[in-house]
């Protein structure tokens, strides 16, 4: 199967002092259909390592390959315009914005990926719908639960048609039956095909993934089940 996206020996540190090196000669390949979940403690790099195979960081040392393309040959602009077609991103505080509607949020992260705006409405009320929050397009986000505004911000991620869906954290301001409803839906777009990365906490997250990826201190490693 085809890789979306990898890293090859991939170093991130962050200049100090003290210098933090977040990553250590960090290798993964990640297939097209893939469901692999990132774990470890806090500080352990992970958001790091999310943050670069979303093409939002760059590596210190070594590259990352988004459809077999090193972004480190990419100019700024070629590098958003991949991201914004390619990934798309989900994370813990949902990062929806309060004073507009929950289309208008769907509708808004559009904006900047490459869906020509005749197709926006078309596309924000399908990925509504995929994600079970048609009934509420016209809302503002405060009167959503945490639960529904993650749905939300699930639409918005995927109404670009990304190939791959990177999430920090998605369950972690979530209860445990909302993370439940959250955790079925990431199963369902992947059997429609998308290719899912998600960083958790929460084990029954990491349970239903094809693979675990643990990291400590930097250094990844696969965990066997
Ligand atoms: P995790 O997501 O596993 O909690 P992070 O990837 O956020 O961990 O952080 C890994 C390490 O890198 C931590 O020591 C953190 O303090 C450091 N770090 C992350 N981002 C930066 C930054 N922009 N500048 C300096 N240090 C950073
Ligand atoms: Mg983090």
Redesign the pocket.
Known sequence: MSVVVELRSVTRS?PGPPE?V?LRDAHLAVRAGDYVSIV??????????LGILGLLDRPTVGACLVDGVDAATLDDDERAALRGRAIGFVFQAFHLLPARTVLDNVLLGMLYNGVPRGEREDRALASLDRVGMSHRVDALPTTLSGGERQRVAIARAIASAPRLLLA?EPTGNLDERTSGEVMDLFERLRSDGLTLVV?THDRAVSDRADRTIR?AD?RLAEVER
């Open positions: 962050f933090v977040a470890g403690p806090s500080g352990s790099g992970k958001s790091t390592m920090d960083i990291i930097g």
